[in-house]
């Protein structure tokens, strides 16, 4: 039975011993705002239907999650109120058709959010969130005054399987990567460490090859497609290729990638292992990223290790080495968005002939959610401590050592009965704000950021999650 909050749900077909498209040892998404311990629930799923000779089954999930944002911005002058709030409602449907040879999916979720003032302007701006990814096609949405509902149907895929070989096409998640905060490589639809609510990763459309080459090796090959109307390429394309193998106890894997960007494409290989020796874990990734057109390139490389205390105590570190990111504060600046962005924000303004100046903003891996840093060396720590079987605290705190700056984040996580889960918590920023000015035509702020983390706001959240 597939977990209801896997980041890379949509069935993988079940091998003895077989790594599976995740890696054997999961990643933990969300890891920062959730815990250690908790990183999958049992899905509470139904069957619908089921053959006479129990080879082929029609199963049914799904949830109900409300989730309550609240900000302080700190009287930073980027934001437009200094208190804002957000209410989503979500529900979710899936269905999965599940064979030995042949599975099929579908997703739908609806939801509905109320947005104070101060949120629809400045909630857009926050640094450090996953940013949705373009798909071919959505839905459709609502937006009016201070309110928003949104259909989205988040998985429609069908799959093959033939002898070692399984093939799923269609709107499904991709996960690559070993560690826990920050993942390099995973760059199809990842998950930012800062995510208040990580619970179901956002599907990508996609054609998804998995060769399983022994007992304990596979071959993934992903190509995805978005639709990015308004640039020179209607329809982008990419595509990557990952040999994932367990050795000596670790598994080991190798990827590499093309990603499509505005203005020119961006070569990856990647790197990683995880494992253990004695009690204490090891994980590590490295992504070697080059520009095209450009010839810049820059190497992004984490190393973490966790340790378990038998008073049910969980300690686990990351350090992240952002090549991508800026070498000194004075540097932010170009990260604040992409050169098209840019383009688009000066159009008709008198500022419009030195469009030139929008080539050095650099922002466009953030704007797409392939990256969420904007400096160079981090640290990322947490500990979750078990205080009930059905509840843990979470304390944890990432750092920006050149600022330098910090965000502190005190998470609750409670199983209040079966099928029924509260998440809260809180995240306060440590670092100096930024000052904001006006650009000398009055069209836009100019932003002199003193620290990564003293842009964002203090933000408090709350998710209760009934699952069906």
């Known amino acids: 039975m597939v977990s209801q909050i896997e980041p890379c749900r949509g069935r993988t077909p079940v091998r003895p011993s077989a790594p599976s498209g995740c890696l054997g040892r999961q990643p933990l998404q969300g890891l920062i705002v959730t815990t250690l311990l908790l990183a999958s629930i049992p899905a509470v799923a139904g069957e619908l239907w089921v053959s006479e000779d129990d080879e082929v089954a029609l199963e049914y999930w799904g949830y109900l999650k409300n989730q309550v944002l609240g900000m302080h911005f700190r009287d930073i002058a980027l934001y437009p ?40 302007g400045g909630g857009s701006l926050m640094p450090g969130g996953t940013a949705p990814r373009p798909r071919l096609w959505d839905a459709g949405s609502f937006a009016g005054p201070n309110v928003l509902s949104e259909h989205d149907i988040d998985r429609y895929f069908v799959g093959f399987s033939a002898g070692p070989v399984d093939v799923t096409i269609g709107r499904q998640p991709i996960t690559w990567g070993s560690a826990w905060f920050w993942k390099p490589t995973d760059r199809f639809s990842p998950f930012s460490p800062m995510d208040v609510d990580a619970d179901v990763k956002r599907g990508v459309d996609a054609v ?24 020179d390429r209607k329809y982008w394309f990419h595509a990557g290729a990952r040999f994932r193998m367990t050795l000596g106890g670790y598994d080991l894997a190798l990827s590499a990638a093309r990603f499509q960007l505005a203005d020119e494409a961006n070569w990856m290989v990647g ?10 874990g090891f994980r590590g990734e490295a992504a070697f990223n080059y520009m095209q057109d450009s010839g810049d390139w820059d190497i992004e490389a984490v190393i973490g290790l966790d ?18 990111g800026a070498s000194s504060p004075g540097g932010y600046d170009e990260y604040l968005m992409g050169p098209a962005t840019c383009r688009q924000a000066i159009s008709g303004t008198a ?40 509840v843990n605290l979470t304390l944890s705190a990432i750092t920006n050592f050149r600022d330098p700056s910090s965000l502190l984040i005190l998470g609750l996580r409670w199983s209040v009965i079966q099928d029924v889960r509260l998440t809260a918590g809180i995240m306060v920023p440590l670092g100096e704000r930024p000052d904001v000015t006006m650009d000398p035509t009055g069209t836009f702020p100019l932003v002199d950021v003193k620290s990564e983390f003293g842009l964002m706001p203090v933000l408090g959240y709350a998710v209760l999650k009934f699952s069906f």
């Open 81 to 120: 109120e200094d208190l804002a709030g957000q209410d989503t409602t979500r529900i979710r449907l899936g269905l999965t058709l599940d064979s030995e040879f042949f599975r099929a999916g579908l997703d739908y979720e609806f939801r509905f959010s109320f947005q104070s003032d101060g949120m629809e």
């Open 208 to 231: 998804r090859v998995e060769v399983f080459t022994g007992q304990t090796s596979n071959l993934d090959l992903v190509a995805t497609f978005e639709r990015h109307p308004g640039t």
């Open 271 to 280: 790197l990683e292992f995880s494992g253990d020796i004695q009690k204490v």
């Open 307 to 324: 340790y378990h205390f038998p008073f049910k105590l969980t300690l686990a570190g990351e350090f992240f080495f952002n090549g991508y």
């Open 351 to 390: 500022l419009a002939p030195i469009g030139a100046f929008c080539n050095r903003m650099k922002g466009e891996r953030l704007e797409r959610g392939e990256s969420f840093q904007i400096g160079r060396y981090y640290l990322g720590i947490t500990a979750t401590q078990e205080v009930h079987p059905l």
